[in-house]
Structures are given as C-alpha cells and as structure tokens.
C-alpha cells in the first residue's frame, strides 16, 4: 500500500504527528520544507496546504490533512490500539476534547504568530518583536492554567494521550525547559513520560539537542 507522506520541518508542530505515526506503527514518507515566505520549499509547501504550514499529511489516496490534531485523529481510526484519544463512553474524553482543542485553538497559534512576529504585522520588526514578547508572556498564563489540570503521570492522569504528544514537543519550544520546571512541572513530567517512549525519544534526538 502506497504510505502517507508528512510534509514537515525539524522541531516543528510536525514532529508531534511523527510521534503519533510511529507509535501507531504506520509507515510514512517524510519531506522536510522551510516554511520561511523567502525559502526555496515554500512554494512546494503552498502546493501542499495554501497556509503555508506544517504539518501536512499527504493521505495514500492523495487526500491531503493538514492541522495536527485532525491528523491525529486520522492516525487514531487507522489503528485504534493506538489509543491516542479517550474513546466513547470513556471518562476521559470530556477532558481529552476540552485540553486538546485548548492546545491547538489558545496555546499553539501563540508560537504560530510569535515565532516570526514581523511577518503578521507588515514587516516592522519593532512591532514584530513586541508581538513575539507579548505572545511568549501569554503563553506561559495559558499553561499555568493547564498546569492546574494536569494529573500524573500523565496529562489525564493514568491514561497516555496525545495531549501528551503535544507537551512532549511543546516543551522543547520556548520558553524552554527552565520555565516549564519552575512554572509547571506537572506539564513537565507529563512530557517525560511520553519522551520516555522509544518512538517518541527518537524524533526528540533526531531534532533537539537537549532531549529531555
Ligand atoms: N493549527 C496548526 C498550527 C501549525 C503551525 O503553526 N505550524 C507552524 C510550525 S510549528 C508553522 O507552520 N508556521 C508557519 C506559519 O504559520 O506561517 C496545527 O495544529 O497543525
């Protein structure tokens, strides 16, 4: 059968459906773009999602997904013993829908619009830099009040997810590990325990220097 193929960059939002294909044991073809407006992929990468964003799953029929977690619902119902997300009837899928959209709808798009400020505010990159200042302080408000959610050792307490998936990857992002250990530790040790897993420890090597 002809596999997905995930359109990414190294470190990014990407790597968390890395981790949910290789846990569910799916085989994929992998190409690396830089989604900078000035890079040589870019233009590739619009062919592939015109948000010019990754990641972006290439599906076998040639379908293409794009948003990480619609991905990692796709990843769940090709191999549901997977178990990335709390099934029906399950008591934890109120908190699984509520945390997870929380990450994707309040928390992500603060790197989305930080991480280059001066692209969103036309190119001024005094303007740009106080975008990036004033998304990194509310971010860290955002996982504070996750951090009060938070159970162990993971997100949901006894049950993986892939809200973990997310915190893994997120913690390696600013404001970086010293924050996350001072300000939210639950969060943190919610991230080892699914950085513990193979084939998530070995995307984390591959991308970041400091692993864990
Ligand atoms: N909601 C998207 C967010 C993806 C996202 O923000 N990706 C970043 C890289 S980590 C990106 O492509 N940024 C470039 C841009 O938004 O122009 C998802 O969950 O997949």
């Known amino acids: 059968m002809k596999k997905p193929l995930l359109v990414g960059a190294a470190g990014c939002g990407s790597i968390i459906v890395e981790f949910g294909l290789n846990l569910a044991g799916i085989a994929y073809d992998y190409e690396e773009v830089d989604y900078s ?29 794009s948003e990480s977690l619609a991905i990692l619902h796709w990843i769940q119902d090709q191999k549901p013993a997977v178990a990335l997300i709390p099934p029906p009837g399950d008591a934890a899928r109120a908190d699984f829908y509520r945390w997870a959209v929380f990450l994707i709808a309040a928390v ?38 996750m951090e009060g959610a938070c159970g162990a050792p993971h997100f949901l307490g006894k049950r993986f997810s892939a809200i973990d998936l997310y915190l893994a990857a997120m913690s390696h992002w600013r404001p970086g590990k010293d924050w996350w250990s001072s300000h939210v530790p639950k969060l943190l040790a919610a991230a080892r325990a699914a950085i513990d897993r193979p084939e998530v420890s070995r995307i984390i090597a591959r991308d970041f220097k400091q692993q864990a």
Do not use: C, F, I
């Open 37 to 65: 407006d000035d890079s040589p992929t870019r233009a590739r990468l619009l062919q592939v999602n015109p948000l010019g964003q990754v990641p972006a799953l290439v599906l076998p029929d040639g379908k293409v997904m």
């Open 108 to 145: 992500y798009p603060t790197w989305t619009y930080g991480d280059d400020g001066k692209k969103w505010v036309g190119g001024d990159a005094a303007a740009g830099k106080a975008l990036r200042d004033s998304t990194d302080e509310h971010r860290k408000k955002l996982l504070k009040q």
